[in-house]
């Protein structure tokens, strides 16, 4: 036998990439990204009115600045998470910042009299076609909308490629921690950002003359500052975000599965989602604005139809994953353990988010009686939402330490009871008078519940997953809580809304009775049915503890 230590002595041994620096720089794209979701919340009014559209005329198509990218978002990781498993995790990562960059660009230099860039080209093209000169607000609109949409094309993926590829540099046993924090900072982000956005243009407009002059004082002749700076900022960022996560991942082995990809499973499951989504009428973002029910989902008119086709697109698809030799989600899969019941969880765990996110704006709202005050009712609400969120996503770093030393399956259902404990303490204390510093308090214990599940549910499935398939897995992780997310919005708000006429009509019945009292009476059953969606909230907690337990024990198992 040849011995070869000589040779190894004298051939520099190549350090291998440290896996936490490359989780770190890969989570920072992940948070622009998922800031982006929400971030044109708190500017929409702006846009409208810069762009000279009457704003009653056009509210619902600018509604899809947010909806389209919602949409896009989850959209992309049905497919992404599958095509980085068959070209190389690398390859889709850095393909996703590109397409995040470009969609970026084309809302960054949106012409709002269309005379330049993108919104030039498409307003000629619909003046030779249609032979008549379109509005030019109507179409730096349509631009804007179209650079959300490729933007999130980009941004979605990210989530899915950034969990497989944590899966690629973490072994089974130290996963836990890496994921959790990877869909930590992916639902950070997009609660984060109308917070943010509000903040920065709201600066750039107090700060307009001093930008000006600047500018003017160094010989350069640009405008002030607005809204759309902040897509500008993404693409350095997003520069600097590829050749840094480059030069880190340069000596990461690059895995690539064997296989075809299935467009005909990546379109049904993607017009199955549209038609979801869009039936359920349901819209994730959660502005400081929020007054009511009405205002933050329901039932769209058009749901029923929507719904039932969805429903066919997706029996086509199952059909489709069933026959094809090398499907998008191998159905088969779903019979291990990690995999079913960790995304019964997860379903439920976007569902009880959702009405923590929910309730807190309403309750802040209905408390506000004076318009005037409604700025500082925004802060308000975006501080009891940090007490919500932030403990969520610190949470999932010790949910990672848990479900490594006790097992997926107790860290999941101790996280689970905690929240449930929070939803409780709501459904019992939460009055139009409580202090905010009690909402603050629940709203923690509900977000360190759910955080602690983050890590020991993607584990659990990504474990379970075979190593070809850990990019089709991790979009399924991140699909089922959007999921959860957008049935509990719609299904809540329709069902309180209902609640509340109920209750307003047994207590409001008299006609002559005292306007400003009738307010009162109405704000307080607001609040009261606010604590029994939570009550709602602890029962969802409560029925997940029977799947969580269902996850395997095994901490580096998952089937």
């Known amino acids: 036998m040849i011995s070869t230590t000589g040779a190894a002595a004298l051939t520099p041994a190549r350090r291998s990439p440290n896996p936490w620096l490359i989780l770190t720089l890969v989570c920072i794209p992940v948070f622009i990204g998922s800031l982006d979701l929400t971030i044109v919340s708190a500017f929409l009014p702006e846009i409208i009115v810069r762009l000279e559209l009457p704003i009653t005329d056009v509210i619902d198509d600018a509604a899809w600045i947010i909806t389209g990218y919602l949409l896009a978002y989850t959209v992309s990781m049905t497919f992404m998470g599958r095509l980085s498993d068959l070209i190389g995790r690398r390859r889709t990562y850095f393909a996703c910042l590109i397409i995040f960059m470009i969609g970026s660009l084309i809302v960054a230099e949106v012409d709002v009299q269309a005379r330049s860039g993108l919104s030039g080209v498409l307003y000629n093209l619909i003046y030779r076609f249609s032979g008549q000169r379109p509005d030019p607000g109507s179409v730096a609109l349509m631009v804007i909308i179209i650079g959300r949409v490729v933007q999130a094309l980009g941004a979605g993926a990210l989530v899915p490629v ?57 010989g350069l002749n640009w405008d002030a500052p607005d809204w759309r700076t902040l897509f500008w900022i993404n693409i ?23 296989g075809r990809f299935d467009f005909a499973g990546a379109a049904l499951i993607t017009g199955a989602l549209i038609c979801l989504v869009l039936g359920l009428g349901a819209n994730i973002e959660i502005a400081a604005s929020t007054a009511s029910f009405e205002d933050v989902g329901g039932f769209p008119p058009y749901a029923a139809p929507l719904l039932l086709l969805s429903a066919a697109m997706f029996a086509g698809f199952l059909f489709v994953e069933w026959k094809f030799p090398d499907p998008l989600f191998d159905l088969r899969a779903l019979a291990r353990r990690g995999i079913a019941m960790g995304s019964l969880v997860n379903l439920a765990v976007g569902f009880c988010l959702m009405i923590g996110l929910v309730s807190v704006p309403i309750l802040v709202n209905i408390r506000t009686a004076d318009m005037a005050n409604l700025s500082a009712a925004a802060l308000e609400v975006g501080i009891l939402l940090s007490a919500l969120t932030i403990p969520m996503a610190l949470a999932a770093i010790p949910g990672g330490w848990l479900a490594n030393k006790i097992g997926y399956r107790w860290s999941t259902m101790l ?34 519940g759910l955080g602690l599940t983050f890590s020991p549910i993607s584990a659990a499935v990504l474990n379970a997953a075979d190593a070809d398939r850990l990019g089709t897995f991790s979009a399924l992780v991140i699909i089922m809580r959007l999921l959860g997310m957008t049935i509990s919005v719609s299904l809540m708000t329709a069902l309180a809304s209902q609640r509340l006429a109920t209750l307003a009509s047994a207590a409001l019945g008299d006609p002559s009775v005292d306007p400003y009292a009738a307010i009162d009476v109405y704000s307080r059953l607001t609040v009261q049915v606010l604590s029994e969606i939570s009550l709602a909230g602890a029962i969802i907690c409560l029925a997940a503890l029977l799947p969580a337990y269902l996850i395997s024990r095994s901490r580096t198992k998952g089937n």
């Open 236 to 258: 350095p960022i997003t520069l600097i975000a590829i050749v840094i996560t480059a030069w880190a991942l340069r000596g990461v082995k690059q895995e690539r599965a064997k």
């Open 162 to 218: 950034s969990l497989a590829l944590a899966g690629d540099l973490f072994p089974p046993q130290k996963r836990a921690q890496p994921l959790g924090i990877i869909g930590a900072v992916d639902t950070l982000g997009w609660v984060l950002g109308h917070l943010y956005g509000g903040i920065m243009v709201r600066f750039f407009a107090v700060n307009a003359a001093g930008f000006s002059d600047f500018f003017a004082s160094i």
């Open 415 to 448: 996280g689970l009871g905690i929240a449930l404990v929070g939803f409780l303490l709501i459904w019992q204390t939460w009055t139009l008078d409580i202090p905010n510093s009690l909402v603050a308090l629940e709203m923690a214990l509900v977000g360190i």
